[in-house]
């Protein structure tokens, strides 16, 4: 049994820290907001009342925020009330300047982190069967890997801090930029009189395959399970793809990396957005690329 501290007990932390509870470890939390420390409470979780109080006597504190500036002040916080030999795991979706940070905010107190972002959604976190990218020493990986076990389908170690947000943003600039191909190809086919079902069976077994063809078929019919047969409810919000193709952004100007279709895909998913779309599944954007979102 690990003593963990989990801090963010949101939409992903509450079902996260569940799942460590269900394996056995000794889970302390804090959020803040009410509602959330009631459901964690529900779960298993020993609610403190804050966050240096949930972290105290923790071996492995983790991290699920909703942004770097937030991982950054929770750090400062609680890394200098924390004992010694305590791993620090941010989970959250940050971009790699932050992510740095934390690692060295980490380091200068003498103590082992990674970043280990995840992908899977609030249905991976349920299930248990995240993917976390993670990015830090071997060492802080070999220490981090059980831990994340309960919560996870796959762990990867991509390389040193900041290597998870890293693969992170790059993975889903793919999947931001072959959604809005695949929504094309699907209205470029109604205005050619080529049914959904056909363009289907063969782009999935043709070089057209992709993940958000095959998987996540932005037209109802084809995959039924893809959020496109449940009216697009997320799933993947749109919002939460934006937020990731503009880290991918913030990521390539200032690593001087040319990626105009990352930037195209953050405009027009800034544009859906603006629509006030953000809290539908992302798959939905075709709604625009056929000119009927409403
Ligand atoms: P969320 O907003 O539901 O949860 C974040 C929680 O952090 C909130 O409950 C908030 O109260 C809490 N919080 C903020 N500042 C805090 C502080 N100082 N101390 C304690 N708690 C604090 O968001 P989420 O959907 O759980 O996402 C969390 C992270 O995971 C984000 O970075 C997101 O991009 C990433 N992510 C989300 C999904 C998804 O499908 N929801 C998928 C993959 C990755």
Same mark, same amino acid.
């Given at each position: 049994?690990? %003593?963990?501290?989990?801090?963010?007990?949101?939409?992903?932390?509450?079902?996260?820290?569940?799942?460590?509870?269900?394996?056995?470890?000794?889970?302390?939390?804090?959020?803040?907001?009410?509602?959330?420390?009631?459901?964690?409470?529900?779960?298993?979780?020993?609610?403190?009342?804050?966050?240096?109080?949930?972290?105290?006597?923790?071996?492995?504190?983790?991290?699920?925020?909703?942004?770097?500036?937030?991982?950054?002040?929770?750090?400062?916080?609680?890394?200098?009330?924390?004992?010694?030999?305590?791993?620090?795991?941010?989970?959250?979706?940050?971009?790699?300047?932050?992510?740095?940070?934390?690692?060295?905010?980490?380091?200068?107190?003498?103590?082992?982190?990674?970043?280990?972002?995840?992908?899977?959604?609030?249905?991976?976190?349920?299930?248990?069967?995240?993917?976390?990218?993670?990015?830090?020493?071997?060492?802080?990986?070999?220490?981090?890997?059980?831990?994340?076990?309960?919560?996870?389908?796959?762990?990867?170690?991509?390389?040193?801090?900041?290597?998870?947000?890293?693969?992170?943003?790059?993975?889903?600039?793919?999947?931001?930029?072959?959604?809005?191909?695949?929504?094309?190809?699907?209205?470029?086919?109604?205005?050619?009189?080529?049914?959904?079902?056909?363009?289907?069976?063969?782009?999935?077994?043709? %070089?057209?395959?992709?993940?958000?063809?095959?998987?996540?078929?932005?037209?109802?019919?084809?995959?039924?399970?893809?959020?496109?047969?449940?009216?697009?409810?997320?799933?993947?919000?749109?919002?939460?793809?934006?937020?990731?193709?503009?880290?991918?952004?913030?990521?390539?100007?200032?690593?001087?990396?040319?990626?105009?279709?990352?930037?195209?895909?953050?405009?027009?998913?800034?544009?859906?957005?603006?629509?006030?779309?953000?809290?539908?599944?992302?798959?939905?954007?075709?709604?625009?690329?056929?000119?009927?979102?409403?």
């Amino acid at each position: 049994m690990t %003593s963990i501290a989990f801090i963010g007990l949101g939409n992903m932390g509450n079902p996260m820290a569940a799942n460590l509870v269900k394996a056995g470890h000794a889970v302390s939390g804090f959020d803040l907001i009410e509602a959330n420390l009631a459901t964690a409470r529900r779960n298993g979780v020993a609610v403190a009342a804050s966050a240096a109080d949930a972290v105290a006597g923790a071996d492995v504190v983790i991290t699920m925020l909703p942004a770097g500036r937030h991982v950054i002040a929770v750090y400062e916080d609680v890394v200098p009330k924390a004992r010694k030999g305590t791993l620090f795991i941010d989970s959250s979706t940050v971009d790699v300047d932050s992510a740095r940070k934390a690692h060295k905010i980490a380091a200068d107190a003498g103590m082992l982190s990674i970043d280990a972002p995840v992908s899977g959604g609030t249905g991976g976190a349920e299930a248990g069967t995240l993917t976390f990218m993670a990015g830090g020493s071997k060492e802080a990986f070999a220490q981090a890997e059980p831990v994340l076990e309960p919560m996870a389908g796959r762990v990867v170690h991509c390389g040193d801090g900041g290597a998870g947000q890293a693969a992170k943003i790059c993975n889903n600039m793919i999947l931001g930029i072959s959604m809005i191909g695949v929504g094309e190809a699907f209205v470029l086919a109604e205005k050619l009189g080529l049914s959904h079902q056909a363009l289907f069976d063969v782009a999935s077994t043709s %070089s057209g395959q992709c993940w958000s063809l095959t998987t996540y078929c932005p037209v109802p019919g084809p995959v039924p399970t893809s959020p496109a047969n449940r009216d697009y409810q997320p799933g993947f919000a749109a919002a939460l793809m934006l937020k990731d193709l503009k880290l991918a952004q913030e990521a390539a100007q200032s690593s001087g990396a040319v990626t105009p279709l990352g930037a195209e895909a953050a405009q027009l998913y800034g544009l859906f957005s603006a629509m006030g779309k953000g809290d539908t599944d992302f798959s939905g954007i075709i709604h625009m690329l056929r000119g009927d979102a409403k």
